[in-house]
């Protein structure tokens, strides 16, 4: 069994900053990528950024510059750093892992509970 464990979110005014962790933890052989969703109210789920496990990174055009990503293998934790925080931000933050428990096996997704992020302007 793998799971995601999601904390840091919280209330924050604009212009403010959180950072958020998630934590993988059960059988894991690899982690082949984590990343950070969100999803606003009434909007669909959308890719905030990702990490892969060679270190490449990506992100959503509306929070380069603001967000970073990055992991901690020893860990088996990623991290999603959010500053100059806007309202437009507010939403339910998820964790997502592609993880492989064995070696050969196929790799599969899974998401965290999501923890919430609201910013007040």
């Known amino acids: 069994q793998v799971q995601l464990v999601e904390s840091g979110g919280g209330l924050v005014q604009a212009g403010g900053s959180l950072r958020l962790s998630c934590a993988a933890s059960g059988t894991i052989f690899s982690i082949n990528a984590m990343g950070w969703y969100r999803q606003a109210p009434g909007k669909q789920r959308e890719l905030v950024a990702l990490i892969t496990k060679g270190g490449s990174t990506t992100s959503n055009d509306s929070v380069k510059g603001r967000f970073t990503i990055a992991r901690d293998d020893a860990k088996n934790t990623a991290y999603l750093q959010m500053n100059s925080l806007k309202a437009e931000d507010t939403a339910v933050y998820f964790c997502?892992?592609?993880?492989?428990?064995?070696?050969?096996?196929?790799?599969?997704?899974?998401w965290g509970q999501g923890t919430q992020v609201t910013v007040s302007s």
């Open positions: 997502n892992a592609v993880v492989a428990i064995s070696r050969g096996s196929l790799a599969t997704i899974h």
